[in-house]
C-alpha cells in the first residue's frame, strides 16, 4: 500500500512564496505532480513531472511554479503567488502498475 505525506502549504500574503512537498513510499512510482481544487471549481492539474523529468504546467502557473523530483519525492515551489491561486493543493502519483493516489491535501491560501 502506497503511502503519500504531504507538507507545506499555509496563509501567505499575495507576492510571497511557498514550497510543497510530497513523498511517496510503498511502490515504484512513474508519475508525479500536484492538482488543485479551489471551492466550487473542479479538481485540476497543477503540474506534473516524469521519472525522466520531463514537466508540464496549467498555463496559469508557468514561470511562478516549479515542480522538482527526488526519487519518489516531489516539490513545488510556488513564487509570487496570487489570490486565485488559493486551494487545496493535491499530490497524485501514478505507479509504474498504472494505479493512481492521491494525497489528503493541504490548503493554500493567498490573502493580504
Known amino acids: 500500500q502506497i503511502q503519500l505525506v504531504e507538507s507545506g502549504g499555509g496563509l501567505v500574503q499575495p507576492g510571497k512564496s511557498l514550497n510543497l512537498s510530497c513523498a511517496a513510499s510503498?511502490?515504484?512510482?512513474?508519475?508525479m505532480g500536484w492538482y488543485r481544487q479551489a471551492p466550487g471549481k473542479n479538481r485540476t492539474v497543477v503540474a506534473e513531472i516524469t521519472s525522466g523529468g520531463i514537466s508540464n504546467y496549467l498555463d496559469s502557473v508557468k514561470g511562478r511554479f516549479t515542480i522538482s523530483r527526488e526519487q519518489n519525492t516531489v516539490f513545488l515551489q510556488m513564487n509570487s503567488l496570487k489570490p486565485e491561486d488559493t486551494a487545496v493543493y493535491y499530490c497524485?502519483?501514478?505507479?509504474?502498475?498504472?494505479?493512481?493516489?492521491w494525497g489528503r491535501g493541504t490548503q493554500v491560501t493567498v490573502s493580504s
Open positions: 510503498g511502490a515504484i512510482v512513474s508519475l
Open positions: 497524485y502519483v501514478l505507479t509504474t502498475m498504472s494505479t493512481a493516489y
